[in-house]
């Protein structure tokens, strides 16, 4: 029998709250009790002797670079599944294709590609038992010994035409200090049946110490009205160096459909005992042609977040167990906020060499410090915070002594190339001054949007050139320009939000707004900063385009180091850097580039307009500063090179009203935040 698989699962209506809600209540013990029962039959019924399953897939590979994912490969697979009653199985991968976006030699443990069957078994193997091993499963044999359970309510399922009744069954272990699942199963009311598990594991059950976690979603559906058989598979798993904290990791995101069952067909080979996983030629594989979806049509697409079913699955499990029983990798690392906080030059420093020591008592919480020493200015800088994650919501509390900041607004380099900026031009691109005080801020993440708010306290003094001018190797080092000295109390507020797909395009809104408390800098301003962004970077075509917007208004009596500052690198390529600024601002960019030879070369064309505007609220901060208005509307144009997968580029820009032409190595954008 052919059957076209649809929709997996789908919640229709959720009733019946339990009168026994605690742990263990005796219609939970007793539910748990059956499911375990219903698996000792080949996936609940005893007369399924066999069956044929096609299967097509996704599996991405993303670098996380702080809180943004990067596509770093793209697989797809399709397989052939022949199941035997009672534990024969062979899967056959028959096509394969994949595509790099980012340099990458990973290789996939085979069963990361392919189709878990009979909900794992007793015993729970992920990576080839090089992840997880002999975990029990939560409906195995003996899983009442191991594990508690707690019924949430009944509801019900729709599986294209059919309607079935569950039970939301939670479970964690008895012990969460030992290897275990903790998470979800969807019982049949009627059979017994498992017809979905979603759970992730305590930090007991990892095998590979870089592991942070892993989560999976199984989902079944019923056939001919009796055989509970897989319809669709989610897997995450993050793994981070275990040793340093870092923001850098790796997230394998995988999703397997069932497209089509042949059930209890007459004539099949017989299978040898055990489930094994082979796969044609690879002159076979490349052959394979029909494909359901596009290589890029799978679980995440590009840039976005986590599915928000695998991030409900972590949140929910977390309330389930003690503090610190997911946790996977190491509690305590050594630290570095990002790679220029190890090592670094910067004119109003010198070298600087830091590090720091991070603390994870749980999932949930983090502790951190780190300090640098910069040796020509020659007065050490600290950093301390912690960090609270309660449900959507981030709390955070930063103290800091002489941390480095930047006038801005608009980030003008990564920080490695800002110190290869200042040892080879005499500029590292910086505005910098220095603050000593703490910031505390709420966020909170909504659907596709993050909203934030916040306090800082902070005392503000000017850096001073600390190099010798005339060390830099290309040129002299540029003055550094002073900033209205005094304590800062400021509110802060932002949003961050997806604003949907159009015109080919990603498009996000940012928006800032800062409130100055006068104060004995006489600080009393208001600032607010908006900005809309389309990425129509895409890995299913080689063209590819960004277009980038802002606009910023202050008023009260702004500090010098909240102006808005435009020119050169950063905003428009080709003038001064930073030569105009003012309390009014309005900045676009727009790039459109074309792979021409992959990975290595892909060409660029690019463009910034941007003026800014004084009133008497920034008066004097410009005067400060040395910086004017820029009049009218300030153009720039030019031409690069993307190189190997686009990761370093090279432009040729000119300011077109009393500009240069100038010459940038830059680096791909999504890597500035950790570099």
């Given amino acids: 029998m052919a059957s076209g698989v649809g929709s997996a699962v789908a919640q229709v209506t959720s009733a019946v709250v339990p009168a026994d809600s605690g742990w263990n209540g005796a219609r939970a013990t007793d539910i748990a009790r059956r499911a375990v029962a219903a698996r000792r039959h080949a996936y609940s019924d005893s007369s399924l002797r066999s069956f044929r399953a096609e ?96 019924l949430v309510d009944s509801l019900e399922i729709r599986i294209q035409d059919e309607v079935t009744r569950v039970y939301r069954l939670q479970v964690r272990p008895i ?99 055990g489930a094994r996983v082979g796969t044609v030629p690879p002159e076979a594989l490349a052959a394979f042609g029909d494909w359901r979806a596009p290589l890029f049509a799978g679980p995440i697409s590009p840039g976005e977040r986590t599915d928000e079913s695998l991030d409900k699955l972590r949140e929910r499990a977390r309330e389930l167990v003690s503090p610190g029983a997911l946790l996977g990798t190491s ?66 509390l930063d103290l800091f002594l002489d941390r480095f900041a930047d006038i801005g607004p608009v980030p003008a380099a990564a920080g490695v190339i800002s110190t290869l900026g200042h040892g080879f031009e005499g500029e590292d691109y910086t505005d910098p001054y220095f603050e000593r005080g703490g910031a505390v801020e709420a966020a909170l993440s909504a659907g596709a949007g993050r909203w934030s708010v916040g306090i800082a306290v902070a005392s503000h003094r000017s850096a001073n050139l600390a190099v010798d001018p005339r060390s830099a190797i290309g040129g002299t080092f540029r003055s550094v320009r002073p900033i209205s000295e005094g304590t800062l109390t400021a509110v802060n507020a932002g949003l961050v939000q997806g604003v949907g797909q159009g015109v080919g395009a990603t498009w996000t809104l940012d928006v800032r707004a800062e409130l100055g408390l006068a104060g004995p800098g006489d600080f009393g301003f208001s600032r607010l900063l908006v900005g809309l962004e389309a990425d129509g970077e895409r890995p299913d075509t080689p063209w590819g385009w960004t277009v980038v917007g802002k606009g910023g208004v202050g008023g009260g009596t702004l500090p010098a180091q909240r102006l808005f500052l435009l020119g050169g690198r950063g905003t428009m390529p080709g003038y001064s850097f930073r030569a105009w600024g003012g309390d009014r601002m309005a900045y676009g960019a727009a790039t459109v580039s074309r792979e021409v030879l992959e990975p290595w070369l892909r060409v660029r064309l690019l463009g910034a307009w941007g003026t800014t505007g004084l009133s008497r609220a920034g008066e004097e901060a410009a005067a400060i500063l040395g910086v004017t208005e820029s009049g009218a509307g300030r153009f720039s144009a030019g031409a690069g090179l993307g190189i190997f997968y686009d990761i370093v580029r090279l432009d040729l820009v000119r300011g077109l009203r009393g500009g240069d032409w100038v ?7 999504a890597l500035w935040p950790v570099l």
């Fill in 175 to 273: 012990d969460p200090s030992l290897p275990g699942v903790v998470g979800t199963l969807f019982v049949d009311r009627e059979t017994g049946a498992l017809a979905r598990l979603a759970a992730t594991f305590t930090g007991a059950s990892y095998l590979d110490e870089d592991l942070d976690y892993i989560s999976v979603d199984l989902k079944s559906g019923r056939w001919q009205g009796r055989f509970w058989l897989p319809v669709e598979q989610e897997v995450e798993i993050r793994r981070e160096v275990s040793w340093l904290s870092f923001p850098v990791g790796g997230v394998i995101r995988t999703r397997l459909k069932v497209h089509e069952y042949r059930i209890n067909e007459p004539g099949q080979v017989r299978l040898a005992r």
């Fill in 55 to 150: 299967v097509q897939g996704h599996v991405y590979f993303f670098g996380e670079f702080r809180d943004e994912r990067e596509l770093v490969r793209a697989d797809q697979v399709a397989l052939e599944v022949l199941w035997q009653a009672p534990d024969r199985a062979y899967q056959t991968i028959v096509g394969r294709r994949h595509e790099k976006r980012l340099p990458t030699n990973i290789s996939y443990h085979i069963d990361h590609l392919s189709l878990v069957l009979d909900n794992f078994g007793d015993r729970i193997r992920l990576g080839e038992g090089q992840e997880v091993r002999d975990v029990p499963h939560p409906a195995g044999r003996g899983a009442l010994e191991h594990y508690e359970y707690r």
């Fill in 663 to 669: 010459l940038m190595l830059s680096l791909k954008r």
């Fill in 331 to 396: 509690p305590v690392q050594l630290h570095l906020p990002d790679a220029s906080s190890g090592l670094r030059a910067r004119r109003a420093e010198g070298l600087l060499i830091g590090g720091g020591i991070a603390f994870r008592p749980d999932e949930q919480t983090g502790l951190r410090f780190w300090a640098g020493y910069p040796f020509a200015r020659e007065q050490p800088q600290l950093a301390a915070g912690v960090s609270r994650t309660a449900g959507p919501v981030d709390l955070s």
